[in-house]
């Protein structure tokens, strides 16, 4: 196989090893003279705390590419686990942008992106930077304002399914000793 990095894995090698990674479950959308369009995005992560950053990446052959890298911003939506349906939706190759939200609830954000109502948390950005990152591109927003959703727990996105967070281990040390009051 031809993938470009044959002196290091295959693209299955790669892949394989990457679905022990579990990544959360979001809906990034954006808006611009065309109309809004929205993808799922599971390469979302919290970059810096001053000033607020996220950042996820995009891969370049995809529809809404071209689009959101030019765009003012974004809004990111992180899935409740009841909402599988909605990643799966928003991940379909013959869905058309136009008709992606006929079936949501949305309002237009200063930045143009639809803020979909029903989410776990969902974070508006103006776009930051745009860097490269091989045969994807690396978008970074500046957090402007952030909805704390409907209550419930996020979808875990692992082995190429999804799941709730499975079941509590133990305290984060620094947590514990926080409480400990040292
Ligand atoms: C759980 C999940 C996570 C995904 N994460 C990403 C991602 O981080 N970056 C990306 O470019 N595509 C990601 N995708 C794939 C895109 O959602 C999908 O390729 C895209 O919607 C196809 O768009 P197009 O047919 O309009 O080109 C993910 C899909 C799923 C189901």
Redesign the pocket.
Known sequence: MDNGSQDFISADAFRHGMRHVP?V?TIVTMGDDEGVQG?????FVSLSMDPPLVC????K????HDRIVEAKGFAIHVLREKQSSV??W????DVKAGEQFEAYDYEISETGAPLLKDCLVRFECESYRILPGGD?SILVGKVISIMEGNSGRPIV?HQRAYHGVGEHIADHEHKSRAAAGK
């Open positions: 990544t479950v993808v799922t995005i599971g390469s996820f990446n995009v891969q052959s995809i529809s809404i990643s799966d928003f991940a379909r190759s994807h996105y």
